[in-house]
Every structure is written in C-alpha cells, then in structure tokens.
T-cell receptor, first 115, second 112 residues
C-alpha cells in the first residue's frame, strides 16, 4: 500500500522569504499523481499544485513550485516570497490511477508566516 | 466553479445516535469521497463512490456506512455514534482519476 510522509509537523517563515515543505512517499507504481493542498483556518481545502509522475518537468504555479525527485520518491513544495495569506496547513497527497482515484494524504505541515 | 456543499458546519450529537452527514456537488462529478481529519493523522479515507449506488470501503470504514442514491449526493452515516468518532469530516468530489479533488468546507462533529 502506498504511504505519504510529511516529517515536519510545523514550519515557520518570515514574510517575503522562501520556505520548502518536505514530502516523501512510498509506492511500487510507476504512473501516479502528486498534489499539494492548502487548508487555511477557514478549513476549505484548496489545490495548490499538481504533478504527473511521467512528467520530468517540475510543476509551478506562480509563487509555488515543486521539486519532484521520482527515484528518491520525494515531492517538496517551495513557496517563494511568502505572504501572510500563505499561513495554513499544507497536505501532500498521492493518487494512484488504479484505486478508484482515492487520494492518500500525509499528516500535514502547519506553516506560520511571521510579519 | 465546482461547489461541494456539506449541510452542517458544526454538529453535536449524543452517543448512540444515528447521524447523517450530507454532501452535494453541482458539477456532475463521478467520484465522491468521505474523509475524516484528525490532528497528526492527516486525512483518512472512510468511503468513496465512483458511480450512483456504488460504494467502496476506504481505510477506516468501521462504524460508518454511506449512501449514494443520486449522482450529486453522497451521504455518510454513523449508525451509532461514539465519542471516538468526534472529528472533522470532509467530503470531496472529482471529475476523474486524472484530476484533484474539490472539497467541501467540512463538518466538525462532536459526539458527547
């Protein structure tokens, strides 16, 4: 069974600085999808970024980018020019194409942004 | 925008009660999911459904059941609520396996 691990329960960053959130996963599949979700205090889960495993190019969405290392099974999220609104819980998630589309989530990393 | 609506934001129920958590999506998505979220454990899948009247057990189905009579509605049922079911419950839907989920805003359930 696939697993997703986020080893940093909490992280802190200064406003305008860059922070990297770590995520590792375990799978024997070669084709899959990886996601980062953001959950602010409002509790609404928001999709931040999506990576397809067969694509070598790292996904980027404005200030958010990933470092996808398929061989190392690592999928870290980099947030550049951090803003106060980035403060949230961040979840890494894995999706197999073979299991009804279910997402497997990591434990989450709570990011705080200091002004 | 796709909307996933959960009927209650906060809910307090007594031990032994039968509890219904409702979820409705408005974009004709095939797949719907119920997760519970607990601190330090992330989100854990309870049940999911990829078609009307179809359901599959997730990782922690014990104590729960689901109903999907119509494509847009996926209900989670706690047959006899217990205090260890106090949690945040999140519903989500997805167009297909290639896409991420759209989530509802969650129901915080407290069982006393």
């Amino acid at each position: 069974a696939q697993t997703v691990t986020q080893s940093q329960p909490e992280m802190s960053v200064q406003e305008a600085e860059t922070v990297t959130l770590s995520c590792t996963y375990d799978t024997s599949e070669s084709d899959y999808y990886l996601f980062w979700y953001k959950q602010p205090p409002s509790r609404q889960m928001i999709l931040v970024i999506r990576q397809e495993a067969y694509k070598q190019q790292n996904a980027t969405e404005n200030r958010f980018s990933v470092n996808f290392q398929k061989a190392a099974k690592s999928f870290s999220l980099k947030i550049s020019d951090s803003q106060l609104g980035d403060a949230a819980m961040y979840f890494c998630a894995y999706r197999s194409p073979n299991q009804g589309g279910k997402l497997i989530f990591g434990q989450g990393t709570e990011l705080s942004v200091k002004p | 925008d796709v909307k996933v609506t959960q009927s209650s934001r906060y809910l307090v129920k007594r031990t032994g009660e039968k509890v219904f958590l409702e979820c409705v999506q408005d974009m004709d998505h095939e797949n719907m999911f119920w997760y519970r979220q607990d601190p330090g454990l992330g989100l854990r899948l309870i049940y999911f459904s990829y078609d009307v009247k179809m359901k599959e057990k997730g990782d922690i189905p014990e104590g729960y059941s689901v109903s999907r009579e119509k494509k847009e509605r996926f209900s989670l049922i706690l047959e006899s609520a217990s205090t260890n079911q106090t949690s945040m419950y999140l519903c989500a839907s997805s167009l297909s396996q290639d896409y991420g989920y759209t989530f509802g805003s969650g129901t915080r359930l407290t069982v006393v």
